[in-house]
């Protein structure tokens, strides 16, 4: 099974992903988690992207197309994997059916502005795992402490509120032709879309797109 999560920036994509790798065995390949684990080990790479990431820009496509075409040709991909963060752009989604790169699935995560507002000023992240944490909507058992191995939380210099308004646009601008494009390619038959109202609780989500996945693997 492979498949793409699209929606803006915290829309609760990472959220999902977690939930959906566990389930169905496939692994999340966050480009966002790629690229921080980078800039955190400081290799020239990191280095040569991180100011890109900070200001909220996007990392050029022949970067970001070569990152995921290597990730993805790697053993556990073969029954499948979620892309979470990629494509961002028209020229990335093409990169992967010119790569023959088929999809089965892109479910678009929908939430609208005012809200990823807030939930991007309280996220928290565990950068080694990318498991995602909310101060308010999702905290972990100890404030500012990772449930799982016990280590810090940070905040992305990112989810600062004027670098999340600039992300979003570039959302809007560059990200959403990707729903015309992804709803044409099911109206070919090429994949199935999937639209989720966002807002509902993490829980809601979850049961939603399980719900999808389920029923449409019953009936192949
Ligand atoms: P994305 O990967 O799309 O940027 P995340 O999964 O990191 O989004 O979620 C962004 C923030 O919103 C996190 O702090 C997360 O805990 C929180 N969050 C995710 N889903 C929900 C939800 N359904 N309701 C409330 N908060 C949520
Ligand atoms: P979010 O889910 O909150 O939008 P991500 O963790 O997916 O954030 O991405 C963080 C940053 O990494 C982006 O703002 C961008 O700078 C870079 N990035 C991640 N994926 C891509 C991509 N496919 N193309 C270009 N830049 C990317």
New binding site residues.
């Given amino acids: 099974m492979r498949l793409v999560l699209l929606g803006?920036?915290?829309a609760g994509?990472?959220t999902q992903a977690k939930f959906i790798e566990e389930k169905y065995a496939i692994p999340q390949i966050?480009?966002?988690?790629i690229?921080?684990a980078a800039v955190n080990a400081k290799t020239p790479f990191g280095q040569q992207?991180k100011q890109?990431?900070d200001e909220?820009?996007?990392?050029?496509?022949d970067i970001?197309i070569e990152l995921?075409k290597e990730r993805t040709s790697q053993a556990d991909c073969q029954n499948g994997f979620l892309l979470?963060?990629?494509?961002?752009?028209i020229r990335?989604a093409e990169s992967l059916w010119q790569n023959k790169i088929h999809l089965d699935f892109v479910i678009e995560v929908k939430v609208p502005d005012d809200e990823l507002i807030k939930r991007?000023s309280g996220r928290r992240v565990h950068l080694k795992s990318g498991r995602v944490y909310h101060v308010l909507y999702n905290p972990p058992k100890k404030a500012g402490i990772d449930d799982l191995t016990g280590e810090t939380l940070i905040q992305r210099i990112?989810d600062q509120e004027e670098t999340v308004r600039n992300?979003l646009a570039i959302?809007h601008q560059q990200t959403e032709p990707l729903v015309k494009y992804y709803k044409d390619m099911d109206e070919h038959g090429q994949l199935r879309y999937i639209e989720i109202d966002g807002t509902q609780s993490m829980d809601a989500v979850k049961k939603e797109i399980f719900n999808y996945l389920d029923e449409d693997s019953e009936t192949k």
């Fill in positions: 803006c920036p915290g994509k990472g966050s480009t966002g988690d690229l921080r992207v890109t990431i909220g820009g996007l990392v050029s496509d970001m995921v979470d963060g990629f494509p961002r752009t990335q991007l990112d992300r959302y």
